[in-house]
């Protein structure tokens, strides 16, 4: 059987439908001059390649010969991976919720050659059930309303492309105070689960930016529930089913409200934010649940989606050998086999086990025999409970672990999405440096600098110009707002992890890029695509921090933390346009936008500058950096200024370093707050208490 046009693109998505009896098209210009010149409207599908309902959709019915024959002579078929095209998912994304009230993947649009859409829903059976049409009864009335009834269509398409036009127009508000920040934190609590964390009910995402949010409010203002519901959250998170005991890393989100039974799929985006929520929860409290937590991950991503050349991978798939789970399941009679009688028991009794199985078959919900691993308590009452030391249980429990990790590994793995993506990337690279800050672990910025010198090196035009995505040697597709506002997120933890300048140089090259090219002059904030990518229907702004934060509001904090450090108070200017452009949507919805509240709450401050000067490799430089790097203070930047130059490179970047020096020959630190410095000390007792820290 040939292939269809899929079979030649780098987007593993687009190439799972490569053998499809679907006619596909890439977007592209040949698929709607295609749709002109034959008159047919366009069948967009949209996904991503570790979907579950999409797999369904694609083996239901874009594998099917009566469906595709149907859909070949009806339209002409575009398939679209939203990874790739986050500026095309938005747009359509935006008037699926419009139109219908929800969304999610995959996606399909019917639209006209002029990208117009007048169809929207999700997934569709091949045959209509339970109310939802079927693509075997939709298709032909679809052709019949093209062939008989286009003027209907054709208004539908253009009041639907009017009011996402509409939608895009927001004029800007008042700077956003600490009325909003209040209102966030309030929203968030009301929602809060205390018998099993998280916010709401089931389907649970991790949404670690609300808990990044709650750190900073329990900073600013002291309130103990603020830290107890990001405490509670990270603890059960981690207990429960979502997270892969055996081989680390956390899934997608959990379907029911306890976080035990997850949708399994592996998203690089999801392990860099819970890590940093972990990092920052360490270095908030000193527990080492946390640091311990963070480093798994990072064990998982550095093993298993790390590419040679040092890149991070996008995903692994939920499914393996068409089973979703299956690669994640134990029966007990497996782990008895592998472990023996005695520890076996005491790993099944520990992880929850239970011979019949604890995981229920999808359809009917009859036990499978097979089981998710789960916690229902802290590993230190098992020792209690087997009478042994903590420590002798941990240690006998991760020998078991490593023990079924090697059996594991021999299993049929699930599908790894290997595309690199400039925004996720990002993402990652920054919890990498946090942790390598957090945790005084070097190796951690070891892999980030490898990963940003991969993208810099690979994922750059002749222009020094971003691309989106790289994959089978193949940089392509322009950068989004995202890939720039997670890359410069990722540059400057990475400067403050390891004072080398060519990574603070390169983030404020790239923002200068991002201010040029994606700038909104007339309302503030940021436009997805820059002003000379492709025109689709609109040129759209995003600010909602779903399950990664937008870019706007990642963005808004890189002004502020660049601003401070260069002392531009125009970047600062800027970053607070970015809040009064999104003000009313923030205003009706707080904790829709934490990631973006976290931006403002470095603004109202209090916020410090630090300028460590001294040798870098001297021994009261480090003292100074470690004891630094043990607090947490979120609202901070951090520069290095070496005593041993008369003029460093850094004077230029920030003049302000340049008359500073170490006080008697000894390493000196530098405090300002709020615009307002003090005298430098050479102690670290001084240093705490000129950050407002109680000695």
């Not at 609590?189 to 998280?198: F, K, L, P």
Request: net charge negative; charged share 30%; aromatic share 10%.
């Amino acid at each position: 059987m040939s292939r269809n046009r899929l079979a030649g693109e780098k987007s593993p998505y687009l190439i799972q439908h490569a053998d499809n009896p679907v006619d596909w098209y890439p977007w592209g210009e040949e698929a709607f001059e295609k749709a002109r010149s034959e008159d047919k409207p366009i069948f967009l599908s949209i996904g991503y390649s570790t979907c579950h309902w999409c797999h369904v959709m694609e083996n239901e019915s874009f594998e099917d010969p009566e469906v595709a024959l149907l859909m070949n002579e009806a339209f002409v078929c575009i398939k679209v991976d939203r990874e790739e095209r986050p500026d095309i998912d938005h747009i359509y994304m935006t008037i699926c919720q419009m139109a219908t009230g929800g969304g999610g993947w995959p996606l399909t649009i019917i639209m006209t050659p002029d990208k117009k859409p007048f169809f929207t829903a999700t997934y569709l059976p091949k045959r209509g059930r339970y109310g939802r049409p079927g693509m075997i009864e939709l298709i032909p009335q679809i052709r019949d309303h093209w062939q008989n009834r286009r003027d209907e269509l054709s208004q539908v398409g253009e009041k639907i492309t009017d009011a996402l036009r509409e939608s895009v127009i927001q004029a800007p508000g008042e700077s956003i105070g600490e009325e909003t920040l209040r209102m966030a934190y309030e929203q968030l609590s009301s929602r809060y689960d205390s018998t099993h964390g998280g916010f709401g009910g089931k389907p649970k995402f991790p949404t670690p930016h609300n808990l990044l949010f709650l750190l900073r409010s329990w900073k600013r203002t002291g309130e103990p529930l603020a830290l107890e519901m990001v405490e509670h959250t990270l603890r059960e998170m981690r207990w429960g089913g979502i997270y892969d005991h055996i081989g680390f890393g956390f899934h997608r989100y959990s379907t029911d409200e306890r976080w035990f039974l997850p949708h399994f799929e592996k998203m690089l985006y999801d392990q860099a934010m819970l890590a940093m929520a972990y990092t920052e929860a360490f270095q908030a409290t000193g527990k080492e649940a946390y640091r311990k937590t963070a480093e798994e991950i990072f064990t998982y991503v550095l093993r298993d989606m790390t590419d040679p050349m040092g890149g991070f991978y996008s995903a692994e798939d939920a499914d393996s050998e068409g089973e979703e789970g299956k690669f994640y399941l134990w029966a007990t009679k497996e782990v008895l086999s592998v472990l023996g009688e005695q520890d076996g028991e005491l790993f099944i009794r520990t992880y929850g086990l239970e011979k019949e199985g604890n995981y229920r078959d999808e359809a009917g919900g009859a036990k499978t025999g097979r089981n998710l691993l789960h916690l229902n308590k802290p590993l230190v009452d098992v020792a209690s409970e087997v009478g042994a030391g903590e420590k002798s249980v941990v240690e006998r429990i991760e020998r078991m672990r490593e023990m079924l990790f090697a059996e594991r590994e021999k299993r049929t793995h699930p599908y790894k999405d290997d595309k690199i993506l400039t925004d996720w990337n990002g993402l990652m690279i920054a919890a990498l440096a946090k942790a390598a800050i957090a945790f005084d672990e070097p190796r951690y910025g070891s892999s980030a600098a490898r990963a940003v010198d991969f993208v810099l090196k690979k994922m750059r035009d002749g222009r020094g110009r971003l691309y989106h995505r790289f994959r089978d040697g193949e940089a392509s597709i322009t950068a989004n707002v995202d890939d720039y506002a997670f890359l410069i997120w990722g540059l400057i933890e990475l400067y403050e992890a390891t004072f080398e300048l060519r990574y603070l140089k390169a983030a404020i090259a790239l923002s200068e890029d991002l201010l040029q090219h994606f700038w909104d002059k007339n309302n503030g904030g940021f436009y997805i695509t820059p002003d000379d990518g492709e025109k689709l229907l609109v040129r759209a702004k995003e600010i909602y921090d779903g399950a990664t934060p937008s870019g706007n509001s990642v963005a808004m904090l890189d002004l502020l933390r660049l601003g401070r450090m260069t002392a531009k108070p125009e970047l600062e200017e800027m970053a607070d346009r970015i809040g009064r452009a999104f003000q009313a949507s923030v205003s009706h919805a707080a904790a829709a936008y934490t990631q973006l509240l976290a931006a403002v709450d470095f603004g109202i401050g209090p916020s410090y500058e630090v300028v460590i000067v001294g040798e870098p490799e001297a021994d009261d430089t480090r003292a100074l950096q470690k004891a630094l790097n043990s607090i947490f203070l979120p609202n901070k930047v951090v520069l290095f200024r070496p005593s041993g130059e008369p003029s460093p490179e850094i004077a230029q970047i920030a003049s302000f370093t340049g008359p500073q020096r170490t006080l008697d020959g000894k390493a000196t630190v530098y405090v300002c707050k709020n615009y307002a410095c003090e005298l430098p000390t050479t102690e670290i007792g001084k240093m705490k208490e000129l950050l407002g820290l109680e000695i």
